[in-house]
T-cell receptor
Framework: SQQGEEDPQALSIQEGENATMNCSYK?????LQWYRQNSGRGLVHLIL?????REKHSGRLRVTLDTSKKSSSLLITASRAADTASYFC????????FGQGTTLQVKP | SAVISQKPSRDICQRGTSLTIQCQVD?????MFWYRQQPGQSLTLIAT?????????ESGFVIDKFPISRPNLTFSTLTVSNMSPEDSSIYLC????????????FGDGTRLSIL
């Protein structure tokens, strides 16, 4: 069963712009993880944010977590064409449950 | 982080046949999982592969259709049995290392097409 809901489902931006993706969930979690999937490939782990953390950075990525609203966001700054991919949030509740994903297209 | 190898990477199979997918992790991990990703969709958990005992299946998945083995801490197999075109998907293995709040890593997946 899917827990996370992501929006937007699709996002198209120009290179250099920022991209923000949102994820909402329904139950208590241990942590929330964000992944990238390039077309036809496996999943690449981006960031894990624990339930007691509010913000985390990794390079051009910034993830926030609001457990009171049961939501998280992934911000990609200064996007590049190579960032074109599908992005998934996944909530860890003893097992990892994935959202529907956001398809990001970055136009050169 | 753990490196997860899956094989085959892709296959085209005939209806009614079975295929076994192998997953090898390069370090000892606590938990291993199998997911299915149908075309254009997100990942759905099939089961948790338990070392030395029967896998724990999610709702909608049964052992007769998706038998799973995990003979040791670093290796697991998933068999897709009596395949039909509806089984055409990407099947992904994943694993979590030891310790709390560890990231879950994935293999590159097995792209399966059934004719």
């Amino acid at each position: 069963s899917q827990q996370g809901e992501e929006d937007p489902q699709a996002l198209s931006i120009q290179e250099g712009e920022n991209a923000t993706m949102n994820c909402s969930y329904k139950t208590s979690i241990n942590n929330l993880q964000w992944y990238r999937q390039n077309s036809g490939r496996g999943l690449v782990h981006l960031i894990l944010i624990r339930s007691n953390e509010r913000e985390k950075h990794s390079g051009r990525l910034r993830v926030t977590l609001d457990t009171s609203k049961k939501s998280s966001s992934l911000l990609i700054t200064a996007s590049r064409a190579a960032d074109t991919a599908s992005y998934f949030c996944a909530t860890d509740e003893g097992k990892l449950i994935f959202g529907q994903g956001t398809t990001l297209q970055v136009k050169p | 982080s753990a490196v997860i190898s899956q094989k085959p990477s892709r296959d085209i199979c005939q209806r009614g046949t079975s295929l076994t997918i192998q997953c090898q992790v390069d370090s000892q991990v606590t938990m291993m999982f199998w997911y299915r990703q149908q075309p254009g969709q997100s990942l759905t958990l099939i089961a948790t592969a338990n070392q030395g005992s029967e896998a724990t299946y999610e709702s909608g998945f049964v052992i007769d259709k998706f038998p799973i083995s995990r003979p040791n801490l670093t290796f697991s197999t998933l068999t897709v049995s009596n395949m039909s075109p509806e089984d055409s998907s990407i099947y992904l293995c994943s694993a979590i290392g030891q310790g709390l709040n560890q990231p879950q890593h994935f293999g590159d997946g097995t792209r399966l097409s059934i004719l």
